[in-house]
């Protein structure tokens, strides 16, 4: 069963950083493209980014709003993909979400975790 | 950025009756559309993928079509579980954008 496990959301200042992480099981992660995606309270979903697999050439893309402030990383060794927040925003704030990029159907965002919150506020 | 729009925001309809939601791209995009079901406090779920595949385990209600700029998500029989917000979402251009999102309610 594919699981992912979002952690290190909480609250940050204007400015400040925040390394979220996302643990994956129940399928080889290594091989797996992955995507992060937002909602912030009471809105629609923004896709934030993804990372290809190394096998892919572990190249990363981002949306505009992020481009420049986040960086997406992986740990194929831990199965763990980050995502590394800085020069954060108050639009930032938003629930965080881990989601396989294409893993079993090709082009969307197949299986998804249980969002991680990140209020970013003075 | 390939600009999503939905419509409409949001709709009451009751058990049984038949929805339809639609979605437009700002350019074409082949059939290259998702739709997704959020409900409140949980994450969201892939329904149907390319504009009119169903995913594993979606209950056959469901339904998508379109092609190009213009697409529909469709469900016969509303059901009390349907009753959530419905995203579209495009993966022509490699950074995917969404809907803004139709809240069906319970009228």
């Known amino acids: 069963e594919v699981q992912l496990v979002e952690s290190g959301g909480g609250l940050e200042k204007p400015g400040g950083s925040l390394r979220l992480s996302c643990a994956a099981s129940?399928?080889?992660?290594?091989?797996?493209?992955m995507s992060w995606v937002r909602q912030a309270p009471g809105k629609g979903l923004e896709w934030v980014g993804r990372?290809?697999?190394?096998?892919?050439?572990?190249?990363?893309e981002y949306a505009a709003p992020v481009k420049g402030r986040f960086t997406i990383s992986r740990d194929d060794s831990k199965n763990t993909l980050y995502l590394q927040m800085n020069n954060l925003k108050t639009e930032d704030t938003a629930v965080y979400y881990c989601?396989?990029?294409?893993?079993?159907?090709?082009?969307?965002?197949?299986?998804w975790g249980q969002g991680t919150l990140v209020t970013v506020s003075s | 950025d390939i600009q999503m729009t939905q419509s409409p925001p949001s709709l009451s309809a009751s058990v049984g009756d038949r929805v339809t939601i639609t979605c437009r791209a700002s350019q074409s995009i082949s059939r290259k559309l998702n739709w997704y079901q959020q409900k409140p406090g949980k994450a969201p779920k892939l329904l149907i993928y390319a504009a009119s595949s169903l995913q594993s385990g979606v209950p056959s209600r469901f339904s998508g079509s379109g092609s190009g700029a213009d697409f529909t998500l469709t469900i016969n029989s509303l059901q009390p579980e349907d009753f959530a917000t419905y995203y579209c979402?495009?993966?022509?251009?490699?950074?995917?954008?969404f809907g803004q999102g139709t809240k069906v309610e319970i009228k």
């Open positions: 979402q495009q993966s022509y251009s490699p950074w995917w954008t």
């Open positions: 129940g399928f080889t992660f290594s091989n797996a493209w």
């Open positions: 990372i290809k697999s190394k096998t892919d050439g572990g190249t990363t």
């Open positions: 989601t396989t990029d294409g893993l079993v159907v090709g082009a969307t965002l197949d299986y």
